[in-house]
């Protein structure tokens, strides 16, 4: 992006140091902010709405650095980039933060912390919990509409994309799951999610996803075979689908899935997949759900063909 609002030498004072004793008296800090935004519409109308207002910016990191107490800049930092991304239309931030005067005779100017961050990497951030590894790598892909979320669980997926504004429908047979997902909503003011109890191993075998309903599906550590066939007709042409699940290499290593047939077989997922046209695909070790495991998954994002255009 580039447009940019530029806020130089933003200085006020605040109560920030690791010892009490240098939190005890308000220090002089400044901040330096590089603010990327849509501002063309600002320049056709003239109109601040159309723009980010700096002077309300000014004021909010002002109000923020004078009134909050922190023992790191780091800190105070990432609460004026949560209040900014949260607050005004930025696209990125790159925040220079320093103390003017710290208490290190040998610097002579100043020291401090400089942080660029976009609004996606801070809505991952603050995802709790984080969405997958893999949904992030591929997110550049899923085209913006409706997603279906089949597994939800509590909905770590459905609520990382409803706060990037698609608009998701969750299944999962879990009732009580469900229900921390819909007050995870609630809590975040998300209103682009709804859920529903769906039991897809039981019978009718036909489960209902509708036709061609939804712009991308996700599948995540969930494997029900008999079930693609209605995943891909629930596709819009040109929808996405992206899986991930165990392979066989899990339950040989970690004797996790504890059954056999619940992970996949060396390209299985392929097979499973006829007629999309495979963006991605990889087979092997991948970082696990809580981040900190590593587990043997496979991984495939895949499309569907448009339709045909018109004949002549």
Request: charged letters at 20%; one cysteine or more; hydrophobic letters at 40%.
């Amino acid at each position: 992006m580039g447009e940019h609002v530029v806020i130089e030498q933003l200085e006020f004072r605040g109560r920030c140091g690791v010892t009490p004793e240098e939190r005890a008296r308000p220090q002089p800090l400044a901040v330096d902010l590089e603010l990327d935004g849509r501002l063309e519409a600002a320049g056709l109308s003239d109109d601040l709405v159309h723009t980010i207002d700096y002077a309300k910016v000014a004021q909010r990191v002002v109000g923020i650095g004078t009134v909050q107490e922190s023992q790191l800049l780091e800190a105070l930092a990432e609460r004026l980039l949560a209040a900014l991304f949260d607050e005004f239309p930025i696209g990125r931030i790159k925040l220079w933060l320093r103390k003017l005067h710290p208490p290190i005779s040998s610097v002579t100017r100043s020291v401090g912390i400089c942080i660029e961050r976009t609004r996606l990497a801070q809505q991952i951030l603050r995802a709790d919990p984080p969405p997958a590894k893999f949904l992030v790598q591929q997110l550049h892909r899923l085209p913006k509409g409706k997603v279906l979320d089949v597994a939800s669980g509590s909905g770590r997926h459905a609520l990382f994309l409803a706060s990037l504004g698609y608009q998701v429908d969750a299944v999962d047979r879990d009732e009580p799951a469900l229900a921390q997902l819909s007050a995870g909503a609630r809590a975040r003011y998300l209103t682009g999610i709804s859920s529903r109890v769906l039991d897809l191993e039981q019978p009718p075998h036909e489960p209902n996803l509708s036709h061609e309903a939804y712009d991308a599906i996700l599948v995540f550590f969930y494997l029900n075979r008999p079930l693609f066939p209605y995943l891909i007709d629930a596709l819009t042409p040109g929808g996405v689908l992206l899986y991930e699940t165990f392979t066989v290499d899990n339950h040989v290593q970690y004797r996790h899935p504890k059954r056999r047939e619940f992970c996949l077989a060396p390209c299985e997922l392929l097979s499973l997949t006829p007629g999309l046209r495979i963006l991605h695909y990889d087979e092997g070790l991948h970082e696990g759900t809580s981040g900190l495991e590593s587990v043997y998954t496979a991984q495939l994002t895949a499309q569907k063909p448009s339709a045909p255009g018109p004949s002549i």
